[in-house]
Structure formats: structure tokens, C-alpha cells
């Protein structure tokens, strides 16, 4: 028996994104949104996702400029670092500080989560970078209140928390409240470090496959 | 202002799971399975993956006791690599062979995707082995391909794919005929990384997270 199946990358991208357009109605978005809605689309397989997206007029330029400055990525965790497609960066730094050794101590002592603490240790790498959120809304809530408490501004955030306690809540804090910091997000409990890499290969390159063939 | 939000790591998970308990008709599955659905929902925040959701009886023992023998964890893409807990496995080799520099060449010769190439450098690896996919329908279709070919049986596909092209057939045809494998599957355009990799911890490990605290 042989399988029959679509093989070609290139009209697999070409399908795809053809359907997320008919599918969902990308071009009420800003033209400079729409590659980042239909990657995020993309990423999760579910057209409704353009209903929870919200995101500032200026998030893609913001986020595309800091990467052309090779300004660091900084990730909640390594699935989202591992998602980025770097050959499409300007050589930034992909940060994940999850692992660092002074993560747990500080999370026992701060009482709170360990990519929480994470956060803590972007302190003096923040400054015009893109941060990108795909997991841990304690890591959202956490950035958000080091904001607050006067810490340099991010370029943009990429906030794609996922779950069932604190990620509707950490998302509709930064929409209500941006900190002055240009951003995008899906709102509700949808989320995850799919979407989050989708986000930063959206900023940094737009729909490349549409005109690679 | 103070940001009030939770977090304790164990009441998160413990509100989570509650959650989702709560929400989606857990208990009509096999105690088996209990736990490996919740971490797919908990992975996406959505409980009505459950509807979607279809797995043979014995997976979980399957991939478990694979683990438990050392067995190779063959996965899709890095960003799903990179979501299995490795402390939690029995120092099993987790393995993917995307990035082999034999894959560019022998996609081009095939006329098929990157993922599906690097399928076919499991050959050897493949018996007995966990197969996780988390991306790429066509990574799928070519397992399966393999499988009607004569390649030998790994011990259980978790099939994860995402997205609007081949996402759904390749799950379908899967469950259609599983080809003796034991599988577990999100059944439509649903997937992703993140499913996949919440699958292997739920067949590693169960719901550790309950019991830590």
C-alpha cells in the first residue's frame, strides 16, 4: 500500500497559509500584523486564534528593530529557544537563564516558581531586548512587577503563557497595562512555546516560505 | 502596586489539575490514561482536547516499560527534545536526527520535507524505541510508510502533529491502522511540541507533580 500525502515543503507552506487566510479574516489586521497572526495560526492549528490575539500597532517593528540591532532574545524556557529559527536572526543571543545555577535558591527564597526567578537574572540584559513568554505566567506576572519596580524596558514582550492558573489573568494585566512596552499576545488559556517561536520567526522574518520557492 | 497572583509551584500544578478534572470527563478514560490526558490538556489549556484525544489501552505500559529499558526517545524536532524531562527518564537517549547533515540531501532526493528525511535515519534505531511526533505530519505518514515497508515495530507512536496540511490524515490513518504499534493521538489540526513532550512526561513519569509536595 502506498500513502499519499502532500511532500513539498514549499506548497505545504503555500496550503497552509492559503487556508488560515480563507479561514480566518487576517486582513482586518493591521498589514503589518498579519504575518505574525497567520504564524501563530500556523504554529497551533486553529483559525479562532485571531479572535483571543491582541497585540500594539507598533510590536513587529519594535521587535524586528531590536533584532536587527542583535539585541538578546530572552525565552521562559528552552523549548521556546529551541523553537527560534536563528539562521533567521541578525546573530542575537537566545537567552534561557531556566537552567542557571542560582534559579532554585532564588526560587525557595523568593517563594515563588523557578522560571519566576528566571526573570530575575534577565535584569541587566532587558534593555531593548524581545521578550518572549511561552510557558509560565509567573514568569509574565514576574517581569511585569520588575517593570513596576523601575527595571529597563524590553523592545516588545511576546506573551504566550499557557494554562489554567494565571495566564488569562498575567495576559489581560499586560493588555490593560503594557508598562509602556509594545506587545503581543493571545488572550485566555491558549498559549505555549509553539506559539511563542512563532512569534520571534514572525518578527525577525515575516512569511519568508511564502516567497522561497 | 503589588501584583497578586499565585505562586507556589505545587499549588499551581495542583489548581491545574484540578482544573482540569473539573472541566473535562477525565474519569470516563482508563485509569491508564488519566494522567496522560491531563498533562496534554495542561500542555495546551484547552480541556476540550479531550474530544479529540484516542489511544490504544496499552500505550502507556508500552512506552513506560520502554523507557524503563533504556530505550531511545525518537523525536520530531528539537523543540520536542526539548521538552522531555530528562530527570524523570532512565537516562534513555533522547534523539533527533533534524539537524543530521545527511538530511538536507536525502530530502531533495526524496522530494519530501526535512522531517520526513530525518524519519528515515531512525532505521536502526527504531525497535523497541518511543516515537514522539510534535510537528510535522509528513514525519508521520513516512514512519508509517516505514512501517508498511517491514522497518521493525517501535514500542509506541505519539503522534502530535499540528496543522492544516496532512495534520488530520496522517492522525486518521494512524488510528486507522496503527500497523500493531501502540499509539496515542490528538485527533484533527491540533498538536504540537508541547503536546508531544507533555506525553512522554505523562508515560515517564505519570502526574509526579501530585505527589511532590
Request: aromatic share 4%.
Amino acid at each position: 500500500m502506498t500513502l499519499h500525502y502532500e511532500r513539498d515543503p514549499g506548497a505545504i507552506y503555500a496550503a497552509s497559509f492559503a487556508t488560515i487566510r480563507a479561514e480566518a479574516p487576517i486582513d482586518r489586521l493591521a498589514p503589518d500584523l498579519q504575518p505574525l497572526a497567520i504564524r501563530l495560526i500556523h504554529a497551533c492549528g486553529m483559525v479562532d486564534l485571531i479572535e483571543d490575539f491582541e497585540a500594539s500597532g507598533d510590536v513587529v517593528a519594535c521587535a524586528h528593530s531590536a533584532i536587527e540591532a542583535g539585541k538578546p532574545i530572552l525565552c521562559d524556557t528552552k523549548m521556546v529557544a529551541s523553537g527560534i529559527i536563528a539562521s533567521r536572526l541578525c546573530g542575537n543571543e537566545i537567552v534561557c537563564t531556566l537552567d542557571d545555577e542560582r534559579v532554585p535558591g532564588l526560587a525557595i527564597r523568593e517563594g515563588t516558581t523557578r522560571t519566576a526567578a528566571a526573570v530575575e537574572l534577565w535584569r541587566h540584559r532587558v534593555e531593548g531586548a524581545v521578550v518572549v513568554i511561552g510557558n509560565a505566567p509567573t514568569a509574565l506576572f514576574h517581569l511585569l512587577a520588575c517593570l513596576d519596580d523601575g527595571w529597563p524596558k524590553p523592545a516588545a514582550i511576546l506573551a504566550f503563557p499557557v494554562g489554567f492558573v494565571g495566564a488569562a489573568e498575567s495576559k489581560a494585566e499586560l493588555a490593560a497595562n503594557p508598562r509602556g512596552v509594545p506587545f503581543a499576545t493571545v488572550h485566555g488559556r491558549r498559549g505555549g512555546s509553539a506559539m511563542a517561536a512563532a512569534a520571534v520567526n514572525a518578527v525577525s522574518a515575516g512569511l519568508v516560505e511564502e516567497t522561497a520557492r
